[in-house]
């Protein structure tokens, strides 16, 4: 078996079908033994059939939501393929993209791990690598809450390149991200610590770190679809995103720079989008774009709530399991 591709599902499965499908007709794909799929359910509420999709499709269920690295780490402990493919149930990879993957790390021993270049339904191309964040990032993040950008301070979204050309990248997003297997085993897989988001930021600075560089191929194609699960999900996610931002900080910025300019940065920010997602819920007449502000809103709240009441396990059962 040559490659592992690793699929975690939450209430997606019309997304997950379409992209085991996808996989499946990949040239070199699981027909030829080449490839086996593995699927970490998180406790959905209907599991359809997929007897037909074939031998090399394998589902694992757990009873409840516990989270997207810990389903990928879960995969990872019954996968047989030399490379290790962690794909978005949103995605659909286009027919040469796995085997080309694999061949970028077989060829080049020095890299860590290796992306495909991200593109809508529509080809267009999405600037979806980022660089690592920092407390400069933060400080932007709570003073220009609109997104606005401050070279040499927010440069985190890369915007001054253009994703055509191939280049070494901090963090590719989680959606499509492959590893040789035994750098997998090195790392230890995700850090579980992370319930929702900024997992694979973490995993992407420590693959550097231990592995070597991880190299963006603008020829290898991906279609992503975006925001497969969050869109039904708009208070927890966003809620776990700010939780997440604040772990990883934990994790790689100084106490001291974290409690004198992060911490209170992105309470400002957090409670900025809260207000402004309100005030814009109220200049629609859009019930579905209303409701979804709302949602978000609900979560930067959320967020500022577990600032003053921190037990993990409470936020967990409340928004996770």
């Given at each position: 078996?040559?490659?592992?591709?690793s699929?975690?599902?939450?209430?997606?499965?019309?997304?997950?079908?379409?992209c085991?499908?996808?996989?499946?007709s990949?040239?070199?794909g699981?027909?030829?033994?080449?490839v086996?799929?593995?699927?970490?359910?998180?406790?959905?509420?209907?599991?359809?059939?997929?007897?037909?999709?074939?031998?090399?499709?394998?589902v694992h269920r757990?009873?409840?939501?516990?989270?997207?690295?810990?389903?990928?780490?879960?995969?990872?402990?019954?996968?047989?393929?030399?490379f290790?493919?962690?794909?978005?149930?949103?995605?659909?990879?286009?027919?040469e993209?796995?085997?080309?993957?694999?061949?970028t790390?077989e060829?080049?021993?020095?890299?860590?791990?290796?992306?495909?270049?991200?593109v809508?339904?529509d080809?267009?191309?999405?600037?979806?690598?980022?660089?690592?964040?920092?407390?400069?990032?933060?400080?932007?993040?709570?003073?220009?809450?609109?997104?606005?950008?401050?070279?040499?301070?927010?440069?985190?979204r890369m915007?001054?390149?253009?994703?055509?050309?191939d280049?070494?990248v901090?963090?590719?997003?989680?959606?499509?991200l492959?590893?040789?297997?035994?750098?997998?085993?090195?790392?230890?897989?995700?850090?579980?610590?992370?319930?929702?988001?900024?997992?694979?930021v973490?995993?992407?600075?420590?693959?550097?770190?231990?592995?070597?560089?991880?190299q963006?191929?603008?020829?290898?194609?991906?279609?992503?679809f975006?925001?497969?699960?969050?869109?039904?999900?708009?208070?927890?996610?966003?809620?776990?995103?700010?939780?997440?931002?604040?772990?990883?900080?934990?994790?790689?910025?100084?106490?001291?720079?974290?409690?004198c300019?992060?911490?209170?940065?992105q309470?400002?920010?957090?409670?900025?989008?809260?207000?402004?997602?309100?005030?814009?819920?109220?200049?629609?007449?859009?019930?579905?774009?209303?409701?979804?502000?709302?949602?978000?809103?609900?979560?930067?709240?959320?967020?500022?709530?577990?600032?003053?009441?921190?037990?993990?396990?409470?936020?967990?059962s409340?928004?996770?399991?």
């Amino acid at each position: 078996m040559r490659i592992t591709v690793s699929i975690v599902n939450y209430n997606t499965w019309e997304d997950t079908l379409a992209c085991i499908e996808s996989v499946l007709s990949c040239k070199g794909g699981a027909s030829e033994t080449a490839v086996e799929i593995l699927v970490h359910d998180n406790g959905s509420t209907a599991l359809p059939s997929i007897t037909a999709l074939g031998e090399h499709v394998f589902v694992h269920r757990s009873n409840r939501n516990v989270g997207f690295g810990t389903g990928h780490n879960s995969n990872f402990g019954r996968c047989k393929g030399d490379f290790f493919l962690v794909l978005n149930p949103d995605t659909r990879p286009s027919a040469e993209a796995l085997h080309a993957l694999a061949d970028t790390l077989e060829a080049r021993k020095a890299l860590g791990a290796v992306a495909p270049q991200l593109v809508d339904q529509d080809g267009r191309i999405e600037r979806s690598c980022r660089r690592f964040p920092t407390a400069a990032c933060e400080i932007s993040r709570g003073l220009l809450p609109v997104g606005l950008g401050v070279p040499g301070v927010s440069q985190i979204r890369m915007l001054e390149w253009d994703h055509r050309s191939d280049r070494l990248v901090d963090q590719p997003p989680g959606a499509a991200l492959m590893f040789r297997r035994e750098d997998f085993a090195a790392l230890s897989g995700f850090d579980t610590s992370f319930p929702m988001y900024f997992e694979d930021v973490d995993l992407c600075k420590r693959t550097w770190e231990t592995c070597g560089p991880i190299q963006f191929v603008s020829a290898i194609k991906c279609i992503h679809f975006r925001e497969g699960t969050a869109r039904h999900y708009r208070t927890p996610t966003t809620f776990w995103t700010e939780w997440s931002r604040q772990l990883y900080h934990r994790k790689w910025t100084s106490a001291a720079t974290r409690m004198c300019l992060v911490s209170p940065f992105q309470a400002v920010s957090s409670l900025v989008r809260a207000l402004g997602l309100i005030v814009l819920s109220l200049t629609t007449t859009d019930y579905s774009l209303r409701s979804g502000r709302r949602q978000k809103a609900a979560g930067y709240f959320m967020f500022l709530a577990s600032r003053f009441y921190r037990r993990d396990g409470f936020w967990r059962s409340r928004y996770l399991w």
